[in-house]
Structures are given as structure tokens and as C-alpha cells.
């Protein structure tokens, strides 16, 4: 073959080569643009899902704030008075306004007799009420919210509902040892309870009938579906006497009555279950106290800190003494890691196993 020939067949031969790459080259690099554009707007859509869950984390958590923050400021300054009262009941001094009330009503009106409303009673009923007539608020307002948002307030809330549930644990208290003979609801009690008060007088209140004395304290509003305003102490004060007098309804005088049930007649030995009550709501509301501490956390592993009773001098009997407490603190350490810390723990052990398990699947 000619060497032009073959010249000619080499040049060409190169072209088709330079042709081929150049060709594949194209087709790649479209390819890559192809993957460069749809990358950019997997970016997008990820930029646009995250920008929508910050959003609507940030409109969430200023809803919470606004709706939940001059709730439990009013709750923190409520705890300092409900404290006040639960040490006043340790001066046998003030025993006496509470032996005073109305003779036994008759059977058919199925209540308890009704305290004077002295100051010392009045005083006792509000700064132990009151408190909780604003937690239950809080619960009907909070429905809505992603309360896991804000670690704080979730936690806020919790000891709150704690606190409200109390009242209802008069049998889980008793039962914890030294273990205290309990039976309020023995046949013939109302027999019984005058001569073993410390076993068969009521000495905490059902759900029910909390629910009942607690819309004593609530003035109700008719405004944007408003749940109401907590009465003021005087106001409160002219209710009990009003009802104490005979104005009013039955149903209020009742609720009154079963609402100041376990301090008619107090007596530090008269009633040992309510007084375990008592104490474990005063570590309940000095637990909350410490939550508005700007360094509080939300206890991981140590809660002594949180439930330590500050102040545990104010709490002991000034004379005629009830049960020592070193044993009231015991039996509430155990009520309230039972019912307090073992129950956070199980929640959010659960939840943080869930979250977990959906990471490793996706």
C-alpha cells in the first residue's frame, strides 16, 4: 500500500479515535450535569424541609412560652405560700381553729361537717389549693403544645401533675414502711374515726372530689373559651364565710367540706397519712422552685439534689410531737422516687430507645 495511503488511513483513523472520546466525553460530562442538578435540588428540598421544621419549632416554642410562662410564674409564687402553710400546721397553737366547725350534718347530705373560716383555715385551704387550681389550668391550656420542645417546661409541668395526683395517694403513702393502719373506708367509720382518728378519718381526696373544691377557687369567664381566673385570697375568704353562713349552693358547701375533710380537727397523731402527704408536696414544690434557677438542668442520673427538703427544721413538730421526720422524709423518698423519678425515667428511656431505633433504620 502507498505510504500516502496509509498516511491517510492513520490521520483518519486518529480522528475517529479523538471523535469517539470526545464523544464520550460529552455524554459523560452531560451525565455529571445531570447529577450535579439533581443533587442541587435534593439540596434545595432539604433546605426548604429544614427551614420549615425550624419555623414551625420556633412558632411552637414561643406559643409554649407565651401560654405556659405566666402560668408557672404564678405557680412558683403560689409554692412559697403553700410552703408557709404546711409549716404553720407544725405549731399545735393553731390546731384549735381547725377543732372549731358545725355540728355533724345529716346523713342525707353525704358531706363532712364544715370548718369555721377562721384566718388560720382559710389561710390553709388557699395556700394548699390554690396552687393546684392553677396546675389544672396549665393541663387544659397545654393540650396543644409539643411540650418536649423545652426540656424545662416538659419538666415543669411533670412535677406539677405530680403535685395535683398527690392528694389521691393517701393509701400509697400509708401502705410504705413503717407501714400505718389505714382503713377510711371500714364500715361504721364515721363511728370509728372519733376514737381512731389516725385510721379511719379520710385523709386524702379522690380526683373527683379534688376537681369539686378546686372550682371553688376559679371565678368562671365567659371570654374566648377563657378557663378562668384564680379568686384572690379575700375573695376566697368571703366565699367560705358566705358559705359557712348558709348562702350558696349545697354542692359548694359540700365541695368546702370535703376540701378541709383531713384538717378538721387536726392533731399532729390524728392524721400521720395526710401529714406524709403534706411532706411530700413540700419536696414536690421545692423541687419546682429550683427549676426557675437560671443553671437548672433536668436531672440525668442524681435527683437528691432536686427533692432535698431545704429548711427541714420549719417542718418538725414544735411540741406535742407526731411521728419523727427522719421517718416522714424516708417514706417520701421512697413515694417519690415510686411515683415521681422511676416514671420519668421509664418515659423517656422508652423515648430515647424509639429515637434510636428510627435513626439506625434510616
Known sequence: MEPQVVAALLAGLASLVVAIISLASSRGQDHRLKELEKFKANLAQVAVVEKARVDYQYDARRHLYEKFEPAVFQLLDHADYALDRIKNLTNSEVWKFF?????????????????????????????????????????????????SLESRIEFQYYLATKLYGSFKDDANLASISP??????????????????????????????????????????????????????????????????QGSGEEYQRKALAVAANALYQFR???????????????????????????????????????????????????????????????????????????????LHDALRNHREGSSRDS
Open 179 to 244: 407501714r400505718l393502719q389505714y382503713r377510711p373506708s371500714a364500715k361504721d367509720w364515721r363511728i370509728l374515726r372519733e376514737e381512731e382518728p389516725q385510721i379511719y378519718w379520710w385523709q386524702g381526696l379522690t380526683m373527683g372530689r379534688l376537681e369539686s373544691s378546686l372550682d371553688l377557687l376559679v371565678a368562671p369567664t365567659a371570654r374566648n373559651g377563657n378557663p378562668g381566673r384564680l379568686l384572690s385570697f379575700g375573695e376566697f375568704e368571703t366565699l367560705c364565710v358566705d358559705l359557712y
Open 99 to 147: 377543732a372549731d366547725g358545725e355540728p355533724e350534718p345529716p346523713n342525707e347530705l353525704r358531706r363532712p361537717p364544715m370548718v369555721r373560716p377562721k384566718y388560720e383555715v382559710v389561710s390553709t385551704l388557699y395556700g394548699l389549693y390554690a396552687p393546684l387550681a392553677i396546675v389544672r389550668t396549665m393541663g387544659r391550656g397545654l393540650t396543644q403544645f409539643d411540650l
Open 268 to 346: 399532729a397523731r390524728d392524721r400521720p397519712v395526710y401529714w406524709r402527704m403534706l411532706i411530700a408536696q413540700a419536696r414536690l414544690y421545692q423541687a419546682l422552685l429550683r427549676t426557675r434557677s437560671p443553671s437548672f438542668r433536668v436531672p440525668d442520673g442524681n435527683w437528691d439534689f432536686l427533692f432535698h427538703l431545704e429548711d427541714s427544721g420549719g417542718f418538725e413538730w414544735r411540741d406535742n410531737p407526731g411521728r419523727p421526720l427522719e421517718e416522714t422524709l424516708a417514706v417520701t423518698n421512697v413515694y417519690l422516687t415510686e411515683h415521681v423519678v422511676s416514671p420519668w425515667r421509664s
